[in-house]
């Protein structure tokens, strides 16, 4: 039973435009929520999070919606760039942000092109 | 800095061999955790550790081991190697704080044939 779901395997934009990439959870208890990035033969790094209490957080060129009614959050990369392209991991975990047990969804693939 | 760093980056094992993915971290993290990626799948967690000599199975745990004798060293050993354990694996650690991200490894991609 996937807990966290990316159902977009891939998304395709022109640079300089919005890039949205979505994610779905069924946990009501997560209550924390990362996006990491991830580029070939690397490591996933991190992105941006967010916690419950909150529905909007941003950190430059991106930002992250959260809508717990709707058990649905995003992140929006404006502009986006070429560099951007990886695939993108939603996680979320449970428990006041105890990050030792992230759950992962299946990711998203984007590619910026220019 | 160098972060977590995780050794070997590539290895081929026969079915029934042992190995183990080494990992080490300079960030003096309590946590520390493995995860494992197959091909179009998200991470599962294998292990995890909040602290030296504290280990706990995460979602994935049969067919590998971990121990943790030092804040710095979260090791992963396979005993006897199956097909089904060829994958990416993934080390991360991160502070014990609420609401803090985990860094991760580059990654071992290891091949059971």
């Known amino acids: 039973d996937q807990q966290v779901k990316q159902n977009s395997p891939s998304l395709s934009v022109q640079e300089g435009r919005i890039s949205i990439l979505n994610c779905d959870y069924t946990?009501?208890?997560?209550?924390?929520f990362l996006w990491y990035k991830k580029y070939p033969a690397e490591g996933p790094t991190f992105l941006i999070s967010?916690?419950?209490?909150?529905d909007k957080n941003e950190d430059g060129r991106f930002t992250v919606f959260l809508n717990k009614s709707a058990k649905h959050l995003s992140l929006h990369i404006v502009p986006s760039q070429p560099g951007d392209s990886a695939v993108y991991f939603c996680?979320?975990?449970?428990?006041?942000?105890?990050?030792?047990?992230?759950?992962f969804g299946k990711g998203t693939l984007l590619t910026v092109n220019p | 800095n160098a972060g977590v760093t995780q050794t070997p980056k590539f290895r081929i094992l026969k079915i029934g061999q042992s190995m183990t993915l080494q990992c080490t971290q300079d960030?003096?993290?309590?946590?520390m955790y493995w995860y494992r990626q197959d091909p179009g799948m998200g991470l599962k967690l294998i292990y995890y550790?909040?602290?030296?000599?504290?280990?706990d199975k995460g979602e994935v745990p049969n067919g590998y081991n971990v121990s943790r004798s030092t804040t710095e060293d979260f090791p992963l050993r396979l005993e006897l190697a199956a097909p089904s354990q060829t994958s990416v694996y993934f080390c991360?650690?991160?502070?014990?704080?609420?609401?803090?991200?985990?860094?991760f490894g580059q990654g071992t991609r290891l091949t059971v044939v």
């Open positions: 967010i916690s419950s209490i909150k």
């Open positions: 991360a650690s991160s502070y014990p704080n609420s609401y803090t991200e985990a860094f």
């Open positions: 960030m003096n993290h309590n946590y």
């Open positions: 996680a979320a975990s449970e428990g006041g942000g105890s990050n030792y047990k992230l759950t």
């Open positions: 946990n009501s208890m997560f209550d924390y």
């Open positions: 550790s909040v602290g030296a000599g504290i280990t």
